[in-house]
């Protein structure tokens, strides 16, 4: 089983924090754009900053056999139009911390898939506690509203929490997948994903109008650098890591989530707040520690 290295961490560290204010963002594209729209135009702009990185880099084409494209469809879908069709929906209705705070479930997800289908991924009674702890000071953020209809519905939280299982299947299926160039990997998958969304957002949205200045900049904020750099970046710790170091990143989403929801969003905090932050670390703490 991989070990992590210092870059592994650091690029950990960069993950978390723009992906936790990946959801802030969304909400502000959301002010001008459909849901539809908002997956397909970030999905759309990352998929064309990468594939015009790949040509110039003259990264190589995978070679192609029925467990590749397999593997890159299952990847193109469930990392990228699918949870930002889900995640952009369910934001209409929940706060940008709590879609946040639904990432969170993701190593839930992680540790049985990777036990199955990952060599040497076995759960063992410390990462059960560590994700445990983890998962459970979550819920305290989250609070008694996330589970009686206070947080927009039940079908809104429901899709919020489906994007994070589509996160881990793409996870398990990225360390799976046979030998593809690590930059080529992300720019297909994000090609797949604007081909699977260009329709459905030409059929249910129609061509999008230019809105105001900040969702404008918000959706191309959104291609830009959580979608294309952040991909690429994901891409590079699944197959230096594993996916099941990935999920670290889940730990720290919902802290800035909630911590760029209430600065800029105005979004409440619970009070909670500090109580949840040393149920996670101490459960990261727990699920990461080894002896040497």
């Known amino acids: 089983m991989p070990q992590p290295t210092l870059r592994d961490w650091l690029?950990?560290?960069?993950?978390?924090?723009?992906?936790?204010?990946t959801f802030m963002v969304i909400a502000l594209a959301?002010?001008?754009?459909?849901?539809?729209?908002?997956?397909?135009a970030r999905t759309?702009?990352?998929?064309?900053?990468?594939?015009?990185?790949?040509?110039?880099?003259?990264?190589?084409?995978?070679?192609?056999?029925?467990?590749m494209?397999?593997?890159?469809?299952?990847?193109g879908v469930c990392s990228t139009a699918l949870p930002f069709f889900l995640l952009s929906w369910g934001q209409q209705s929940v706060p940008s911390a709590f879609a946040g705070l639904s990432m969170a479930a993701v190593p839930l997800f992680v540790l049985p898939l990777a036990h199955v289908f990952i060599?040497?991924?076995v759960i063992t009674l410390r990462k059960g506690l560590g994700f445990s702890l983890g998962f459970a000071g979550v819920l305290v953020l989250l609070g008694h509203d996330a589970f009686s209809g206070g947080s927009g519905g039940l079908l809104p939280r429901l899709a919020c929490v489906a994007a994070a299982l589509c996160y881990a299947v793409s996870g398990i299926s990225t360390r799976r997948?046979?030998?593809?160039?690590?930059?080529?990997?992300?720019?297909?998958?994000?090609?797949?994903?604007s081909v699977a969304l260009v329709p459905a957002m030409?059929?249910?949205?129609?061509?999008?109008n230019r809105?105001?200045?900040?969702?404008?900049?918000?959706?191309?904020?959104?291609?830009?650098v959580p979608t294309a750099f952040a991909t690429l970046l994901r891409v590079r710790v699944i197959r230096s890591a594993g996916p099941s170091f990935m999920t670290l990143t889940n730990y720290q989403v919902p802290l800035w989530s909630v911590a760029f929801g209430a600065l800029v969003l105005d979004e409440s905090l619970s009070p909670n707040f500090w109580l949840a932050l040393g149920a996670i670390l101490t459960g990261l703490a727990i699920s990461q520690y080894r002896r040497r």
Request: proline share 10%; hydrophobic share 55%; glycine share 10%.
């Open 11 to 21: 690029s950990i560290a960069a993950l978390g924090l723009i992906w936790g204010g």
């Open 202 to 208: 030409l059929v249910f949205e129609g061509l999008p």
């Open 177 to 193: 997948c046979p030998p593809i160039d690590p930059i080529m990997l992300s720019a297909l998958s994000l090609l797949i994903g």
């Open 119 to 121: 060599p040497g991924e």
């Open 30 to 40: 959301l002010r001008g754009y459909g849901p539809l729209t908002v997956a397909t």
């Open 69 to 75: 494209v397999t593997h890159l469809l299952l990847i």
């Open 44 to 67: 759309t702009l990352g998929a064309l900053m990468l594939c015009v990185m790949a040509a110039a880099m003259r990264r190589p084409l995978p070679r192609m056999s029925r467990s």
């Open 211 to 224: 809105a105001a200045t900040t969702p404008t900049i918000a959706i191309i904020f959104l291609g830009l």
